[in-house]
C-alpha cells in the first residue's frame, strides 16, 4: 500500500507487548477499498497479532437526526457481517469516545491504533488525545480522498483552479486498485457484543435525539452503495454534464449519502468511471465532469476543512466577504424569517420551498438548488451569522449527506465568497455573488420542480 496514504500521530515506537491491533473506524464505514482496514491488517499479520474494528457510537454529538442514525446503522450492521466472515471482529462502543476509547486500547494492550482521516475537530481532537496518552503507535490514513488531503497541499487553497492543477499531477498515481482485505489469520481472543446484543442500549440512546421523520428511498450500505454507483454509470452518467445541473431532471449521481458516510469510496467511484468510460468514449467528457466535482471540488472542501479551524464560523470567510456582509450587516432586508418558518417552507418563494420540501422530505436537495436556498437565507434573514446559523442546522438536521466538509464549504460558499471572488455591490450581499428567481424560470422549467414539491 501506498505509505503516503499514512500519518503518524506521536513518535513512540511499537511497544513489544502489545497484543492486538485496531482500526478505529469512523468516517469510513466500508470494508473495501478502505487503506485504513488495509493498513491496520498488514500491521497485524507482520506482527502476528489478532485485529479487531472499532466503531464510537455517540448519539448525543452533532446535529444529526434520529433517522440519519439509523440510516448509519443499517450500514454498520453490514460492515459487521462482512468483518466477520473475514474473522476480524467488530467492536461498537457507545459513549462519549474520549472515556470509552482509551479504556478498550488500554484493557485490550494494543500495539497500533488506526484512524481514518477525518478533517473535523471532534474526531481530529480525539486522534490527538489518544497519540499524545499512548504507549504504542497511532496511524492516520487518508482513505477518504484520491489523493491524500496532505499530499495534495500542505496549505489551505485559495480556489478550485489552484487545487485542480496541484490533483491533476497526482491522480494518475493513485488511481489504482486497492488490496483486498483477507481472512484474518490470527483468533481474537476476547468476547464480542454484536450490535444485535448492543441494541436495547441503542434504541434507548437514540430515544433522546430528535426524529425528523424522514424515510429514504436509497438503502444504506455497502451493497447498496455499489449498486447506487453502477445504476447511475450505467444510466445517468451519459448526459451527466448536462443534466446534473437542472433541478428537474434526476441527473445527479445520487452518491452523496454513501460518499459522506464513507460506505463508497472516492477511489471506487472514480475507478469504476474510468473503466467506463475507458470501454465506451463517449462518455468520457461526462465523465471528466463528474471526476470534477467528485475529486477536485471534496477535495477543496477537505482540504478548506483540514488547514482552517473556523470552517464552521463566518469567521472562516476570506477578509473581503467579512468586510463586505459586515458593511451590509444594517441593510433593510425585504423578508425576514424565522427558523421555524424556513423549516416549514413557508417563505413567499414557491422555488425556495420546493427545495426545502424536497430536503425534509428526501434527506436530499438538489445540487443547484442548494445554491439557490442558501443565498436566498443570507438575504431572508436578520445577519449573516443568523443565516449560516441556519443554514448548518438545516442541512446537518435534514440532509443525509450533512455534518461533511462539502456541507460547510458549499454554505461559506453561497454566503460568503468562499473558494469565490467579489461581484458586483447590492444590498444585504454586498459583493457575495447573487442568485434570483428569475435565474431559475431562464435556466430551468422550474415550475415543473416546484410541483414535485408542492403540498
Ligand atoms: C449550501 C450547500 C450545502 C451543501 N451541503 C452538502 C452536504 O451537506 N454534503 C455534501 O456531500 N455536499 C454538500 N454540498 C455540495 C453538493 O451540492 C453535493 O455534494 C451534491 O449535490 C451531492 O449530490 P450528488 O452526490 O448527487 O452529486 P453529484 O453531482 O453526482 O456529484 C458527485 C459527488 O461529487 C461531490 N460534489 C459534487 N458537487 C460538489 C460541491 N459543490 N462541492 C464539493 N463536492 C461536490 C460530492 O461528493 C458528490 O457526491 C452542498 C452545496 C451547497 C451549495
Redesign the pocket.
Known amino acids: 500500500m501506498d505509505t503516503t496514504r499514512v500519518q503518524k500521530l506521536n513518535t513512540r515506537t511499537d511497544s513489544p507487548d502489545g497484543k492486538c491491533v485496531l482500526y478505529v473506524m469512523s468516517r469510513d464505514q466500508r470494508v473495501a477499498d478502505n487503506h485504513a482496514l488495509i493498513a491496520a491488517q498488514q500491521k497485524a499479520i507482520e506482527h502476528a497479532l489478532p485485529l479487531a474494528v472499532i466503531f464510537c457510537l455517540q448519539p448525543k454529538s452533532g446535529n444529526r437526526s434520529r433517522e440519519h442514525f439509523e440510516w448509519m446503522l443499517e450500514g454498520l450492521r453490514e460492515v459487521e457481517t462482512q468483518l466477520s466472515a473475514l474473522s476480524i471482529p467488530f467492536l461498537m462502543l457507545i459513549g462519549d469516545a474520549k472515556t470509552t476509547l482509551p479504556g478498550l486500547i488500554h484493557h485490550t494492550n494494543t500495539l497500533a491504533v488506526y484512524f481514518d482521516m477525518n478533517p473535523l475537530r471532534g474526531p481530529r481532537k480525539l486522534q490527538k488525545k489518544i497519540a499524545e496518552e499512548a504507549p504504542y503507535d497511532v496511524f492516520v490514513v487518508d482513505t477518504h480522498n484520491v489523493v491524500p488531503i496532505w499530499t495534495v497541499s500542505e496549505k489551505q487553497e485559495y480556489a478550485a483552479r489552484t487545487i485542480r492543477t496541484k490533483l491533476s499531477k497526482l491522480l494518475p498515481q493513485y488511481i489504482s486498485e486497492p488490496q483486498k482485505i483477507q481472512s484474518h489469520p490470527h483468533h481474537w481472543p476476547g468476547s464480542v457484543k454484536s450490535i444485535k446484543t448492543l441494541q436495547p442500549m441503542i434504541d434507548a440512546l437514540l430515544e433522546d435525539i430528535p426524529s425528523n421523520g424522514q424515510t429514504f428511498s436509497f438503502k444504506s450500505g455497502e451493497v447498496s452503495a455499489h449498486d447506487a454507483l453502477h445504476l447511475?454509470i450505467s444510466k445517468r452518467l451519459s448526459g451527466?454534464a448536462q443534466a446534473?445541473n437542472d433541478p428537474h431532471d434526476d441527473g445527479?449521481?445520487?452518491?452523496?449519502?454513501y460518499?459522506?458516510f464513507g460506505q463508497l469510496s472516492?477511489l471506487r467511484?472514480t475507478l469504476e468511471v474510468e473503466y467506463a468510460a475507458a470501454q465506451d468514449t463517449s462518455l468520457r467528457a461526462d465523465a471528466d465532469v463528474?471526476l470534477e466535482?467528485?475529486n477536485v471540488?471534496?477535495s477543496?472542501?477537505d482540504n478548506y476543512c483540514y488547514y482552517n479551524s473556523h470552517y464552521d464560523s463566518l469567521l472562516g470567510a476570506p477578509d473581503w466577504a467579512q468586510k463586505t456582509l459586515a458593511k451590509h450587516a444594517d441593510d433593510v432586508r425585504e423578508f425576514d424569517y424565522t427558523l421555524k418558518q424556513l423549516e416549514d417552507a413557508q417563505t413567499h418563494d414557491p422555488a425556495w420551498n420546493a427545495a426545502q420540501t424536497q430536503l425534509v422530505r428526501t434527506g436530499?436537495?438538489?445540487?443547484y438548488m442548494?445554491?439557490y436556498?442558501?443565498k436566498k437565507v443570507l438575504e431572508w434573514t436578520k445577519s449573516p451569522e443568523d443565516a449560516h446559523r441556519i443554514?448548518i442546522r438545516l442541512?446537518?438536521f435534514y440532509?443525509l449527506?450533512?455534518?461533511?466538509p462539502?456541507?460547510y464549504?458549499?454554505?461559506l460558499?453561497?454566503i460568503a465568497g468562499l473558494h469565490d471572488r467579489p461581484w458586483f455591490e447590492r444590498p444585504v450581499y454586498g459583493t457575495i455573488r447573487y442568485m434570483n428567481y428569475n435565474g431559475l424560470k431562464r435556466k430551468f422549467l422550474i415550475d415543473q420542480y416546484e410541483k414535485l414539491f408542492s403540498e
Do not use: C, T
Open positions: 447511475f451527466y446534473r445527479q449521481s445520487g452518491l452523496s449519502p460518499l459522506h472516492r467511484a463528474f466535482e467528485l471540488r471534496s477543496l472542501s436530499k436537495m438538489h445540487g442548494r445554491m436556498w442558501a443554514l442541512n446537518d440532509s449527506d450533512g455534518g461533511d462539502n456541507g464549504v458549499g454554505i460558499w453561497s
